[in-house]
DNA sequence: GAGTTTGAAACT
DNA sequence: CAGTTTCAAACTC
């Protein structure tokens, strides 16, 4: 089928960044109960994932690395190894390529954007029975719609590889995977032609049918699923779901343009191989959960991306509405009769945020009742995606700048100390709107966030700056993960808007990146995310993104103003902090041993944490948006002004300039709306931004005729003409200019003027003097001034 | 710029 | 949760 129009392929992306070549090493394959199999998803493992980000569409390629014969041996055969999740910019193109060996560690690797280009709508996109399930996260951008569309092989997408990166055979088939929105990127899935692929079992799909679909992942009601494959899997059956669990996953014609917001991915990989023989388990179910509950516009479906050969890979792509929802997805893949090795690939696309999540997950049978969740069938049989549903958060966040992508730390449900055995290496979440840098592993990169109250609006907005706009009195920060350190986990949840998560060398695993410190870093607007110390890189890969900041200018952040601090004994990791306070790293600060910087993630993450754990809402705004306006705008605590009368800036209610309210404990308040006291401050404070609007704008406006004066009066000059006006500001016309101006002034005190008209009368007898002395420049050698 | 005041944050 | 201490900003001189 055709879907896509040339119009479609117009607002395909064109804008590829040059990436290095990623290379993600497998996360140590840690099975996790909740993950375990189809069969027991939901219940055994939550999984607590929660990525908001807008994410910008990328370009992902999703291969083998093995040459063409062995691709097709990967693709038969399960791949028990962890994936890792590779952040990759924006403009980085990813590819995943399976090993073919079982413990060999399913890769992710950056490639040129050059290849993406190409999308033919009528090309079949059958996965040949490969199912993906390396745990590498991929965000999406915040865009509406995402294609997949299967790209006709062409040359230039294997001369695009990066080094390093895997060599896309020939034959292989690629599935783009568009994100149509603002930035028009797009994400490849590059996948082994199914004609290599031997003779995979069961359920091969034949031929296929030009498959392409543009899934919406707007939560439209009325798009219908679309079914690619000819076969469909049992497993593809739409699970039941109630609509409240139920995360709204639209698979649409290109046709429909979806308002949805960020896309959120959802790679899963296998939890656990061990013991799966590729002969085992006939079906890879991929299970996730979505955490949140809010939103479900519409039901599951099920959807089919494209034939496929083996019976046993199934992808899940579910879009969710709100970027607050975690969804969670844990991929079984066995295929006991199969003598084919699977990896799913589940995507998982969300409204707001692109969202990656990788659960290792038990191979278990898909006929076992399952939790609500969410079934998208991709491709054949083989290709299905459960998307169980959960409260539990156990899914670390990390956004990674530029890319948009979503990292996201599976935990297993049990507790959050299991960071290790999260089945993907590294997730990426995205939070704010502002650009972030994330280095998850090897790889560098920046990637805007956006803020966790954009992320919960339900209407998608293109990420830009606009994210920025989304959230109100939020910065966005980056939260970089550094080693996995299971006992910290940070509350993502209230973590500052828009921080972001990188990953770090911290032992939280995690480092609190604010926007503040993206825009610091991204001078050039660009970011460098990780430091060369502080992220270990398991494969020594490093990846370098040049990526706007949380998708904000580089004007926008350096515009920002902001106080620096004083700090002397907190190391600027309390509260005391302004800086620490707002989630932004010191700079130009007059601070002494400063440690709220990244050369002390580590530090700075517990601090993070310590904050959190004290009071989980400590780095939320305090003073809350009123809902019809700044009138409403109350502290969340209120004050405890004892000595001020919440005059002073020392009240906090006073200094956001909002009146004390009824939370507050303030003690001979006289900052409410009748006090007299008030008033006349504000009057005062008034009257003072009066006159100091009206001294920059008499001055301006000088400044603007003496200027224009001298313009004018330029071509004369050059013309040989006689002599300019200025030419008679003499040292005696200039102090008759000022014996004027004293007079005036004089005359305005005289008369009881106030300072402001005082101000007024002078200037205007300046304007007067300076005109009498360009009238008289042509009347005489030696102009008069007479007040 | 030094010292004081103030109230939030941190601590007990 | 209340009382105390610590801290850095706000303020005064």
Redesign the pocket.
Known sequence: MDVVSPELNILLPDEIMDTEAIVMDDDPPAESPAASGQSQPSDDAPIPMETDVLAVPEIVSLCSDAPPTQRTQALTTSITTDSTLCSTTSATQLLLTPSIASSSPLTLRPATASTLTATTPKTTTSLGGVSLTSGGLQKLSANHQIILNKVASSPGADTTRSPGTTTITPGGQKFMVTAIGKSGQSIVLQLPHTGSKPGSGQGEAKANPQHFKVLTIGGRTDMKPVMVGQAVSSASQISTLQAQQLKTVQIAKKTQVSSAGPIKFIITKPVNNKGLTAQTSVSNVITGRVLSTSSPVTPPRTITLSETLSSNSKIAISPLKSPSKLTMVSVASQVPNSPQKSVSLPLNMAHLGQQILVQQSTATSPAKPMKPVQTVTVGGPQFKTIFPLSTSSNVQQIQVPGSRFHYVRLVTATTGSSTGQAGSHCTNSSMTAKPMVVNTAQVRMSVPIIPAQTMKQVVPKPLTSSGQVLTTQTQQRLIMPATPLPQIQPNLTNLPPGTMLAPGSGNMGYTVLPAHYVTQLQQSAYVTLASSSGFPTPTGIQTQARLPLNGLSTSDAASRPR??????????L?????CF?NGEFCQSCN?TNCFNNLEHETERAKAIK??LD??PE?FKP?IGKGKEGESDRRHS??????????L?????CY?AKIMCSSTCK?VGCKNFEESPERKTLMHLADAAEVRVQQQTAAKTKLSSQISDLFTRTTPAITSGGGRMPFTFVTKEVAEATCECLLEQAEQAELIQQPQATAERMILEEFGRCLMRIIGSAGKTDCPSINC
């Open positions: 106080k620096p601090c004083n700090c002397n004994k907190s190391q600027c309390k509260l005391y902090c302004d306070a601070c310590a904050c004290r009071n400590a305090k605590k209120g004050c405890n002004c004892k000595r001020s009368g919440c002073k800036n020392y009240c906090e200094e303030c």
